[in-house]
């Protein structure tokens, strides 16, 4: 089994609604041994006036998945179930905007963030407030239809607090 990494990014304040989530999260990790990194800043390249860090937050998670196997994102207000297992296949949720696994499938995500980034410098300025980036990029790309959880809830809970500090 290969080395697994969990990354949060949460940039701004964190609401106190969020905190037991992120420690679900960071528990998870301990508990299986996987390594947690929390992501506070956004890199120079997304640091542009009029995007919102949940956008920006779209195409530094799938670059970071396009970049390094063995990753899993999760949105701040997704509480984790410590039984659950991040095994040697991808795993996405409906929308693919609360929780990504890579696993060993770089290659699949690097077709998304090529595509993301073809829809940035196609969009002009209507990047900056583009909602659904992820999942538009996704449509456009060959995956396995099986790396599809759409049975979450017993491991899984989202919260959908993420709109709180846009």
């Known amino acids: ?6 990354f ?6 964190i609401p106190k609604n969020i905190q037991l989530d992120i420690e679900s999260v960071r528990d998870w990790c301990e508990y299986k041994n996987y390594k947690y990194k929390l992501i506070t800043e956004l890199p120079e390249d997304l640091v542009v006036e009029g995007l919102s860090p949940r956008i920006a937050s779209d195409y530094l998670r799938v670059k970071i998945l396009s970049e390094h196997p ?4 999760t949105d701040w207000d997704v509480k984790v179930n410590k039984e659950f297992d991040l095994n040697d296949k991808p795993i996405l949720v409906p929308f693919f905007d609360w929780f990504i696994y ?32 992820i ?3 996704f ?11 759409l049975e979450v809830d017993k491991y899984l809970i989202h919260h959908c607090h993420s709109r709180v500090n846009k």
């Open 1 to 6: 089994m290969s080395e697994k990494t969990i």
């Open 8 to 13: 949060q990014i949460i940039i701004g304040d």
């Open 135 to 137: 999942y538009k990029a």
């Open 102 to 133: 890579n696993a060993d499938r770089t290659d699949v995500f690097q077709q998304v963030y090529e595509t993301m980034l073809s829809r940035k410098s196609e969009g002009k300025l209507n990047w900056l407030n583009e909602e659904g980036t």
């Open 70 to 73: 063995f990753h899993c994102w």
């Open 139 to 149: 449509r456009t790309v060959a995956f396995e239809r099986d790396w599809m959880m």
